[in-house]
């Protein structure tokens, strides 16, 4: 009975949180709300927006702008170590540490150099040649992050598979060996049962000679340890 209600309990917990599950979904549709709202470090879209912001906004309203401009670059930096330390798949890693990584580091390396001096000193044709360089960055970032979002949305599809598949490999043998843990359970009971029944027959027909005068019968008592 307890190894029943413990397999019972297994399977229940592991259908509760296995991929697809509604625990499962949920936590999906948890990530996916904060990345529906918060931009990634790794896109530069609110860089290259703070760097329109900058160009039009008043002495004044700048240094807030270039305070986050200053933190999204920060950013940047400590997710670009975070993933040049995983273990992320090859493919996925070269493209989120080079080829995500390589024109966000230019985009913000021209920005330094370049247009936030011209934007100091108001040099309108520096600016100029400036974002356009900023635009071009921000484009080559973009591409490779609509390859490295498909790249990724394809591994997590592998992942999902493979997961499945030893999910329902954990479920056959862990039931396999459960009910093989029962049938021999059941063996071994019905088996003593037998003897202890056979034993209480002899018993039982010793009894009934001794009853009848007779003094002839023997019980074996001999028990093994």
């Known amino acids: 009975g307890g190894i029943v209600i413990l397999a019972s309990w297994s399977y229940y917990s592991t259908q509760k949180i296995k991929i697809g599950s509604l625990l499962y979904s949920q936590?999906?549709?948890?990530?996916?709300?904060?990345?529906?709202?918060?931009p990634p470090p790794q896109y530069i879209v609110e860089a290259f927006l703070l760097a329109h912001q900058m160009r039009s906004a008043s002495p004044e309203q700048r240094a807030s702008l270039k305070k986050r401009f200053d933190e999204t670059y920060a950013e940047l930096q400590q997710g670009h170590e975070r993933w040049v330390k995983s273990d992320?798949?090859?493919?996925?890693?070269?493209?989120?540490?080079?080829?995500?990584?390589?024109?966000?580091?230019?985009?913000?390396?021209?920005?330094?150099?370049?247009?936030?001096?011209?934007?100091?000193?108001?040099?309108?044709?520096?600016?100029?040649?400036?974002?356009?360089?900023?635009a071009d960055y921000y484009q080559q970032n973009r591409e490779a992050v609509n390859e490295l979002v498909a790249a990724s949305v394809?591994?997590?599809?592998?992942?999902?598979?493979?997961?499945?598949?030893?999910?329902?490999?954990?479920?056959?043998?862990?039931?396999?060996?459960?009910?093989?843990?029962?049938?021999?359970s059941v063996f071994i009971a019905f088996n003593v049962i037998a003897e202890v029944r056979h034993r209480l027959q002899k018993v039982s027909k010793v009894v009934r000679q001794l009853a009848s005068g007779d003094l002839s019968g023997r019980v074996n008592l001999q028990v093994d340890d």
């Open 88 to 134: 992320l798949q090859k493919d996925l890693k070269n493209a989120i540490t080079q080829k995500t990584y390589d024109p966000a580091a230019d985009f913000y390396k021209e920005a330094q150099q370049n247009f936030l001096p011209a934007l100091a000193s108001g040099n309108e044709e520096v600016l100029d040649r400036s974002m356009q360089k900023l």
């Open 154 to 184: 394809a591994h997590k599809s592998d992942l999902e598979s493979i997961t499945k598949a030893e999910h329902g490999n954990y479920l056959f043998w862990f039931f396999s060996v459960a009910i093989s843990v029962v049938l021999i």
């Open 27 to 38: 936590i999906i549709e948890s990530n996916d709300v904060v990345a529906d709202i918060l």
